[in-house]
């Protein structure tokens, strides 16, 4: 089993930043890879940053050159450093983790579900 407590988040006026942490407990071993998801209101889930185990790095289209993914192994903890953020950017954002598959962002992949974070960007 993992655990994943997500932190970070809240309002922000656009263009700010803001940064998201995942901290990640128990057996992480089975989980080398992790994902940010965002779930914004009146729209499906959408896949935000991927981190793959051999460190690469992969985003969706809308979020590119914008937000960067990283994790911190000795704190078993990922995070998501959001620039640039636009009103579009606003939705309840979750990290995720589990095994590696081709398709990044296909939610069924992962075991492992955050609680969810909210995330407003104000214009």
């Known amino acids: 089993q993992v655990q994943l407590v997500q932190s970070g988040g809240g309002s922000v006026q656009s263009g700010g930043s803001l940064r998201l942490s995942c901290a990640a407990s128990?057996?992480?071993?089975?989980?080398?890879?992790w994902a940010w998801f965002r779930h914004p209101p009146g729209k499906a889930r959408s896949g935000v940053a991927h981190l793959d185990s051999d460190g690469s790095t992969t985003y969706g289209d809308s979020v590119e050159g914008r937000f960067t993914v990283s994790q911190d192994s000795a704190k078993n903890t990922l995070y998501l450093q959001m620039n640039s953020l636009r009103p579009e950017d606003t939705a309840m954002y979750y990290c995720?983790?589990?095994?590696?598959?081709?398709?990044?962002?296909?939610?069924?992949?992962?075991?492992?579900w955050g609680q969810g974070t909210q995330v407003t960007v104000s214009s």
């Open positions: 995720a983790a589990g095994p590696c598959y081709a398709l990044k962002f296909l939610p069924s992949n992962y075991n492992y």
């Open positions: 128990g057996a992480t071993y089975s989980t080398p890879c």
